[in-house]
């Protein structure tokens, strides 16, 4: 809320004295029971006024909880909805300016709140299919069988196939120039410069290559959705079960929810075109 920050100081002797006058004017004759405050016509309830708190920070939020704070929270709501007043009064609520602003700001919302309409109702579809295609233990061990380790990858992500192969000659030549490389062209964002997974957490393609990759070992360069990637393993940890299965429970999840979404790719027939080609 604009300005309650700046009035943290009436906290002072100062607030003593003009909380002091607040309540000396304060209307006799109140037109509710819950009203903080009445400017004109219009009326400021207790219930504005804790309405009004979220929108606060929290050191404002904790002023507000003392006596003291709490009126001069409703002093300064008393002010802004003098303004209003008086704009409303004066006309300014149909200054073309200000109506402009206003249509702006609601269609913003509205696109806000279809936005978050979609991803919402995703979110349902996504966790009711989660439900309905859990694993079984025994297709977590059998998992835990064939995979029972994770890998660490670097890789070097790029937007083209030139400067892929220029940069997988560099390396192959001198692997010391990894970080080098990267800096100057990889346009992999930096969670996925370096990463930690089991077979089935990432790109399935790449996996297998690591898989069977020596470490510290340059390999690529291979295309996928993201780019076309130079890989090094790092590293190859074996995990125990306990440590596998709860991973390997998302793993077999996901596998499912993406069976079930190649399908319905079909059923409605998706076409994505590539423009990078």
């Not at 909380?19 to 004759?29: F, S, T, V, Y």
């Not at 806000?112 to 349902?124: G, I, K, N, V």
């Not at 979404?261 to 027939?269: A, F, M, N, P, V």
């Amino acid at each position: 809320m604009k300005g309650f920050c700046r009035f943290r100081i009436l906290a002072t002797g100062l607030a003593v004295c003009m909380l002091g006058a607040c309540q000396k004017d304060a209307p006799a004759n109140r037109q509710a029971e819950d009203a903080a405050a009445r400017i004109g016509t219009v009326v400021l309830t207790e219930q504005e006024v804790q309405n009004s708190l979220p929108f606060l920070d929290k050191e404002d939020q904790k002023f507000a909880s003392t006596p003291f704070g709490w009126q001069n929270l409703i002093q300064i709501l008393t002010r802004e909805k003098l303004i209003l007043q008086d704009a409303r009064t004066s006309g300014l609520d149909q200054d073309p300016a200000y109506r402009a602003l206003l249509a702006e700001k609601r269609a913003q919302l509205e696109q806000e709140y279809e936005q978050f309409a979609q991803r919402t109702l995703a979110d349902f579809w996504y966790e009711k299919k989660i439900q309905e295609h859990k694993p079984t233990e025994q297709e977590i061990k059998d998992y835990f069988a064939k995979y029972p380790y994770e890998m660490t990858l670097k890789q070097i992500i790029v937007d083209n196939a030139q400067t892929a192969d220029q940069v997988l000659k560099t390396l192959k030549s001198a692997p010391g120039k990894w970080k080098e490389m990267s800096r100057q062209h990889s346009i992999a964002p930096e969670n996925l410069q370096t990463l930690t997974f089991m077979p089935g957490e990432y790109i399935s393609s790449l996996e297998v290559v690591a898989a069977n990759s020596p470490i510290n070992k340059v390999q690529g360069f291979f295309k996928t959705s993201q780019g076309f990637h130079i890989i090094m393993k790092t590293n190859e940890n074996r995990l125990s079960f306990d440590q596998a299965a709860p991973r390997i429970e998302q793993i077999l999840e996901q596998q499912r929810v993406d069976e079930l979404l190649d399908t319905l790719k079909t059923q409605y027939e998706v076409i994505i075109y590539d423009k990078n080609e």
